[in-house]
């Protein structure tokens, strides 16, 4: 039987979403864009009868409000928009007060969150040694509203996070229909060690959305995605 799913933006992340659901048992019931959920205005009991899960890709300023609501009304969400964090603490409260579950992530690409891990690894090496400095680079397509991305920046924070103190330069370009390269290096007069993902469209960055949609359907809890990544092969 075919899970009820609710698309919060239907951007191009919303409509491929919306082509894949059915691969991962989701049936599509409702999507909400800027005409019909104005200021989260859409999203009402009466429209999210039989939905089990949502997943929410619209814009910064807009996701805050859209979560709150999602799970006041008791529905279970994924969320891939960023540069909405600093509400974070707040949304935990308000999903871990409904007995919801909210599974978030800059980016939900399998790939990418292992690429995380590595590059985690990395500076943990990299920081005993002086000699290394690093940097990180990215370029997207020109219609991505926020720059360095928020990849980028978790990719700072993890470098951060694995003792890495030293000079970590971020830069960021934006041209075209890239759908995404993130890199980081670190360099010494000796050598250079560069790290790369590149992605080739944005269906994996679907798929994994999707996948911990699927995860989530009937949980409770607030979840970083690369935090589950182990239950969803």
């Known amino acids: 039987m075919s899970l009820g799913l609710a698309i919060v933006g239907y951007g191009k992340m919303g409509?491929?979403?919306?082509?894949?659901a059915s691969e991962y048992g989701f049936d599509v019931r409702v999507k909400f864009t800027?005409?019909?959920?104005?200021?989260?205005?859409?999203?009402?009991?009466?429209?999210l009868q039989?939905?089990?899960?949502?997943?929410?890709?619209?814009?910064?300023d807009s996701a805050p409000d859209n979560l709150r609501r999602l799970a006041a009304l008791g529905v279970n969400t994924v969320?891939?928009?960023t540069g909405w964090y600093e509400h974070l603490p707040a949304i935990h409260e308000s999903v871990l007060t409904a007995?919801?579950?909210?599974?978030?992530?800059?980016?939900?690409?399998?790939?990418v969150n292992v690429f995380m891990q590595a590059v985690a690894h990395?500076?943990?090496f990299f920081a005993k040694y002086p000699e290394y400095e690093a940097?990180?680079?990215?370029?997207?397509?020109?219609?991505?509203?926020?720059?360095?991305?928020?990849?980028?920046?978790?990719?700072?924070q993890e470098i951060r996070a694995s003792g890495y103190n030293r000079t970590l330069t971020l830069t960021a370009n934006r041209a075209g229909a890239h759908p995404g390269t993130h890199e980081i290096g670190f360099d010494s007069a000796a050598d250079t060690i560069t790290l790369r993902h590149t992605a080739r469209s944005r269906e994996g960055f679907a798929r994994g959305a999707l996948r911990a949609a699927r995860w989530l359907a009937g949980?409770?809890?607030?979840?970083?995605?690369?935090e589950i990544l182990g239950e969803l092969s």
Do not use: M
């Open 219 to 226: 949980k409770q809890g607030v979840f970083e995605f690369r």
């Open 79 to 81: 969320c891939g928009t």
């Open 15 to 20: 409509r491929l979403i919306a082509q894949l």
């Open 50 to 60: 039989g939905i089990d899960a949502a997943v929410e890709f619209s814009t910064p």
């Open 135 to 156: 940097w990180g680079w990215e370029i997207h397509h020109s219609a991505k509203k926020d720059a360095p991305s928020g990849t980028l920046k978790k990719l700072a």
């Open 99 to 111: 007995g919801t579950g909210l599974v978030y992530s800059p980016n939900f690409s399998v790939g």
């Open 122 to 124: 990395a500076a943990c």
């Open 34 to 47: 800027r005409e019909n959920n104005l200021h989260d205005s859409g999203i009402v009991p009466e429209f």
